[in-house]
Antibody, heavy 117, light 105 residues
Framework: QVQLHESGQGLVRPSETLSLSCSVS?????????WGWIRQPPGRGLEWIGH???????YYSSSLRSRVSISMDVAKNQFSMKMTSLTAADTAVYYC???????????WGQGAHVTVS | IVLTQFPDTLSVSVGERVTLSCRAS??????LAWYQQRPGQGPRLLIS???YRATGVPSRFSGSGSGTDFTLTINNLEPEDVAVYYC?????????FGGGTKVEI
């Protein structure tokens, strides 16, 4: 069973940068798939942020592209996201998941609560 | 590509058949997935590529459609099916989720 676990800051000040990591167990990132980030503001729906392949190929949401970067460390079997210039509108639960470009998101992390205040 | 789900909310009885709809602003071929999000939980993949049930998903869930119009059907609704259901498309341009349909008893 593939497992994902998000970690990072829970509270970020406005204008600062959010850094989150996703550790993956029971599957090697170097073996394929895209790996993505999705967020969900309180009481609202899901919003795609972006995804990355172990070859380094990345795709980002057009609305967040200017503020987001996703990277991967295959040796550590984890991938990460940075989001700059945060505002209160970025308060959300941030999920990492396996899938994206070629596949649906079939495995999800439990979610990381991030508050911008 | 914008995905529109309707209705926003469905109030149904246990044992009923439920039909949820998802319409795309342009064709997504069959690259459409459905997710279930129970209260307080993360999303769970139910259906991939419009009609393929994910591993472990009960057979009462089924998906259909192609192009721009898709349907998720839940037969014999059970209390544990109370959730918000999201559709999601993927294409070369990126990925989008629908706004969700809430199913309540």
């Amino acid at each position: 069973q593939v497992q994902l676990h998000e970690s990072g800051q829970g509270l970020v000040r406005p204008s600062e940068t959010l850094s989150l990591s996703c550790s993956v167990s029971n599957f090697s990132l170097g073996h394929g798939y895209f790996w993505g980030w999705i967020r969900q503001p309180p009481g609202r729906g899901l919003e795609w942020i972006g995804h990355i392949h172990h070859t380094g190929t990345t795709y980002y949401s057009s609305s967040l592209r200017s503020r987001v970067s996703i990277s991967m460390d295959v040796a550590k079997n984890q991938f990460s996201m940075k989001m700059t210039s945060l505002t209160a509108a970025d308060t959300a639960v941030y999920y990492c998941a396996r899938g994206g470009y070629n596949d649906p998101y079939d495995y999800w992390g439990q979610g990381a609560h991030v508050t911008v205040s | 590509i914008v995905l529109t789900q309707f209705p926003d909310t469905l109030s149904v009885s246990v044992g009923e058949r439920v039909t949820l709809s998802c319409r795309a602003s342009k064709t997504v071929r069959n690259y459409l997935a459905w997710y279930q999000q129970r209260p307080g939980q993360g999303p769970r993949l139910l259906i991939s590529d419009a009609s393929y049930r994910a591993t472990g998903v009960p057979s009462r869930f089924s998906g259909s459609g192609s192009g721009t119009d898709f349907t998720l059907t839940i037969n014999n609704l059970e209390p544990e099916d109370v959730a918000v259901y999201y559709c999601q498309q993927r294409n070369y341009d990126g990925l989008t989720f629908g706004g969700g349909t809430k199913v309540e008893i």
